[in-house]
């Protein structure tokens, strides 16, 4: 039992210190601005994930009218939401098999219903701010966060293009000092000849939306990502805080009872 008990905890511990540097070694995110309980921020976040995101990723897990969590009624759903089918109940599939995904892209664009509890909602807003123009790749396109990704930059219509800047380092800590100054998105790596590199984005050519205005709109659909990992999350919050009341009151009364029994004894 003893030692059983041990590994489990070992077990548990190295998932907790492997999950804090989740992020690939050297890789400074962009923190995400979301929050889970703006409903309109998961509105439009919905409308931009079946408009831009489920043409090649599908959300298996999610039915289109567990979208009235977000408060919106049945004919709002079935008018501005739905492409795919027309049965309300229906799950969020995409229109693309895994082997076409896989002969058109090189790699299967994954389904995407527990993306964020996969990768973090960080990773998520960070990889869709980090596409940059690259002519050395099938896409034209490169990631900062994901290198080499088979997915090309769907929103670039939106975001504009980006180009990467690298500069370069004659240690590990002025590169991290560099990275950290940034204050967003950087990437470290060591270069050659025992050099480091910080790896960035820079704004190219604009697109339809300011920058400002792209951040919004990925930080609502990574939002609405986020939620679609797990629906119920807000509930869950909302039942704890009753239960802390709750307990609270309890508490009140238990309290008083006891000074009530003591108070002969004392
Ligand atoms: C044209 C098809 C296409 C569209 C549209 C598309 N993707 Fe992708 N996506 C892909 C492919 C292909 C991959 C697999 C990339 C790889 O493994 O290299 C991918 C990978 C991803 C990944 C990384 C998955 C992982 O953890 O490995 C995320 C996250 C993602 N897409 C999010 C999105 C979002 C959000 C949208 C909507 C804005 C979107 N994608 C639209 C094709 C697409």
Redesign the pocket.
Known sequence: MRPALTRLLAAVLLAAASSASASEAGLRLEPALVNRLDVESLQRGAR??VN??L???GAQYMRYNRLTDLGLTDSQIKDNLMFATDKIGSTMTAPISRGD?TAW??????D?SV?SR??GADW?FS??LAFYRDDQSTTGWNNLV?P?????H??WNLSGTQKLVETEYDDQEKAEAAAIAVKGLALVEPAKGGKWVVKMVAPGTPGTLSAVEYKTFVAD?VNY?DYMAEPVRNERINIGIVVLIYLGVLFAFAYALKRNYWKDVH
């Not at 080499?148 to 090309?152: H, L």
């Open positions: 931009n994930f831009y995101c043409g090649c990723h995904g892209f090189g790699a299967p664009p994954p995407l993306e996969i990768r998520l990889y869709l994901f080499r990704v088979a997915m090309p769907v929103l659909l990502l």
